[in-house]
């Protein structure tokens, strides 16, 4: 089945810089690549998503690139808060009708002030 | 109003023992899915649903059955339970059109002994 790496595992970073997540998946035909934020104690939300007709996209200080060609795709936060720190998990969908969804084993994101 | 909720929130189980774990949503979504996270191992993927009366195995189904009565219920069971099933379970929901956001419900903590 699919596979997705997602690097790295721990991630520090100062407030105010940027932070970057890396995944890479195996499968040619999946088509879209969402970012689930989980807090402590709390479930996975999704933050931000990119479909494989984009390059790029971005939601304030989130930016997402997809290089299909390499089958990568990463998740880069700018001016990074303390409230950003959480556990950062990338997916790809490799199932069309059944949303079947492949996760990276996650990023644990530590912002300090 | 929580779309997706999980009971019990806590349990804890004896070897050998039966558990069943329940999940509603009320999204009204065909898809429905149980999840594992374990440290290390992200969230990884037990059987999913397509519809009411359907089950699919996942990418770890082996010890775990599952079942769908109805649009709004999906159960995850655990016939004789063991110490390494021991972990955080997440049911998810989402949608077979349109975007394929998944929407977690807050998680069940399972404890083995």
């Known amino acids: 089945g699919e596979q997705v790496e997602q690097l790295p595992s721990i991630l520090r970073v100062q407030e105010g810089s940027s932070a970057s997540i890396n995944c890479s998946y195996e499968d040619s035909a999946s088509n879209y690549f969402p970012w689930y934020k989980q807090e402590p104690g709390e479930n996975p939300k999704l933050i931000i998503d990119i479909r494989s007709n984009m390059e790029r996209k971005q939601i304030q200080e989130l930016i997402v690139l997809l290089d299909k060609k390499a089958k990568r795709f990463s998740l880069h936060i700018t001016d990074t808060q303390p409230g950003d720190s959480a556990m950062y998990f990338c997916?790809?969908?490799?199932?069309?009708?059944?949303?079947?969804?492949?996760f990276g084993h996650g990023t644990i994101l530590r912002v300090h002030p | 109003e929580a779309a997706v909720t999980q009971s019990p929130r806590n349990k804890v189980a004896v070897t050998g023992g039966k558990v069943t774990l329940s999940c509603n949503q009320t999204?009204?979504?065909?898809?429905m899915y149980w999840y594992r996270q374990d440290t290390g191992h992200g969230l990884r993927l037990i059987h999913y649903?397509?519809?009411?009366?359907?089950?699919e195995k996942g990418d770890i189904p082996d010890g775990y059955k599952a079942s769908r009565p109805s649009q709004e219920n999906f159960s995850l069971i655990l016939e004789l339970a063991t110490p390494s099933q021991t972990s955080v379970y997440f049911c998810?929901?989402?949608?077979?059109?349109?975007?394929?956001?998944?929407?977690f419900g807050p998680g069940t903590r399972l404890t083995v002994l």
């Open positions: 997916a790809s969908l490799t199932g069309a009708n059944t949303g079947k969804l492949t």
């Open positions: 998810a929901s989402g949608a077979d059109w349109g975007s394929a956001e998944q929407f």
């Open positions: 999204n009204n979504h065909n898809n």
């Open positions: 649903s397509y519809g009411a009366g359907s089950t």
